[in-house]
């Protein structure tokens, strides 16, 4: 069974449009979090939560924000895509922050 | 904030050699070093991790080392297998709010 699950797979939009992620788990974790890969494989923080409260929000543009309706799910809404939204978004969760994480399959973002 | 550098970004070694990759981390707060691996096309996958109240850990042919009072730590591969190819990332307990990832080694096992 799939511990951290996201969806969809892959996403192809046009520049400007508004577009979501989801992110699912069934471990029963407190923290969830967001991540961005770009081409270079560089992981960068986006967002995490804590018990549905944000607890840290990187230098991240308010183009996107996390909303979690409960604590086993956690969602990225992007609004007003641009090219350099392109990567691949990863979903994690984790017990408590320094465990250990585990990371969804990835949500391949390409904006044209 | 919490600064973690990798060394180095790439790795190529002989089937049967060993692997080592080093990182330094910023902040002396941190306590937790987990290292990740991430194959082609799936999100990373813990591999091994290891605490500040110990130096050293082994789990089969993976082990890693802290020098807490130099803030590095060093992820060690011996016998490396063809399967043992993948993206490899270090990181490191920031603020007791998140985790920083150094920027990945991309090793090679040549058969």
């Known amino acids: 069974d799939t511990a951290v699950s996201q969806t969809p797979k892959y996403l192809v939009t046009q520049m400007g449009n508004d577009k979501s992620i989801k992110c699912e788990q069934n471990?029963?974790?407190?923290?969830m979090y967001w991540y961005k890969q770009d081409s270079k494989k560089f992981l960068k923080i986006m967002f995490s939560y804590n018990n549905k409260e944000l607890i840290i929000n990187e230098t991240v543009p308010n183009r996107f924000s996390p909303k979690s309706p409960d604590k086993a799910h956690l969602n990225l809404h992007i609004n007003s895509l641009e090219l350099g939204d392109s990567a691949v978004y990863f979903c994690?969760?984790?017990?408590?922050?320094?465990?250990?994480?585990?990371f969804g399959p990835g949500t391949r973002l390409t904006v044209l | 904030g919490e600064n973690v550098e990798q060394h180095p970004s790439t790795l190529s070694v002989q089937e049967g050699d060993s692997a080592v990759i080093k990182c330094t981390y910023s902040d002396s707060a941190s306590n937790y070093f987990p290292w990740y691996k991430q194959e082609l096309g799936k999100g990373p996958q813990l591999i091994i991790d290891?605490?500040?109240?110990?130096g050293e850990k082994k789990d089969q042919r993976i082990a890693v080392t802290l020098n807490k009072t130099a803030k590095h730590f060093s992820l060690h591969i011996t016998e490396t297998q063809p399967e043992d190819s993948a993206v490899y990332f270090c990181a490191a307990d920031h603020n007791n709010n998140d985790m920083r990832f150094g920027a990945g080694t991309r090793l090679t096992v040549k058969p």
């Open positions: 994690a969760s984790s017990q408590k922050v320094a465990n250990e994480q585990f």
């Open positions: 290891i605490r500040s109240n110990v």
């Open positions: 471990l029963g974790h407190d923290t």
